[in-house]
């Protein structure tokens, strides 16, 4: 790498990690999915397909143009926030009712979930959350502004390459932990941080739009 690039892909690749290592919808499903011991790869790769195409999106679109406009970012927010609120029912659902889920190593047979599932759940987490644009394509884009071409390009390579360390991590983590941590009070406590995460986003977005 040119050591004149490095610092941009260094600062895209350190700002894409600090965004993204919250607790978020995509990282909480990403969890849950470790869990069940589901197409946790495939929910990654989606994840991290999702993130790079946004960072794209914000660093040779959306920065150029000055952001999405009002009306198209307002009607993305409020459809995301509905969605992020009735995940958080379904969770609390289960927070509530631990019965319900299948739990332990003969949980898959009553919780299976078919590749489709897995794919449309990562995407809507992904693609229907107004959070995941702003930290990708509005933060970041942004962000990449203050490097001129080719570096903010570069700048782009090293947060999609945060976004792809990242995801890897936790789905090597959940991999190796999962059958440890696979017990109906994780389980609950997971439903219960999910639901009241999901909420708080959902609100937190809501009231940008007032």
Known sequence: MNYLTAPAFFSGMVLSLSLIMAIGPQNAHVMRMGLLRQHLWLTVAVCVVTDILLIAVGVAGLAQLGGLPDKVLGA????????????????????????????????????????????GSALAFSWLNPHAWLD????????SLAYARPDNLVFGMGAATGSLLWFTALGVAMACLGRQLDSPIVWRALDLLVALMMWGTAFWLLAGLV
Not at 87 to 102: D, I, K, N, S
Not at 136 to 143: E, I, P
């Open 76 to 119: 993305m927010t409020g459809a995301g926030a509905l969605v992020l609120v009735a995940y958080g029912v379904q969770a609390m659902r289960r927070f509530l009712q631990p019965e319900t889920p299948a739990l332990g190593p003969d949980a898959g047979a009553s919780a299976a979930v078919s590749r489709q599932q897995a794919i």
């Open 136 to 143: 990708t394509a509005v933060v970041l884009g942004t962000a």
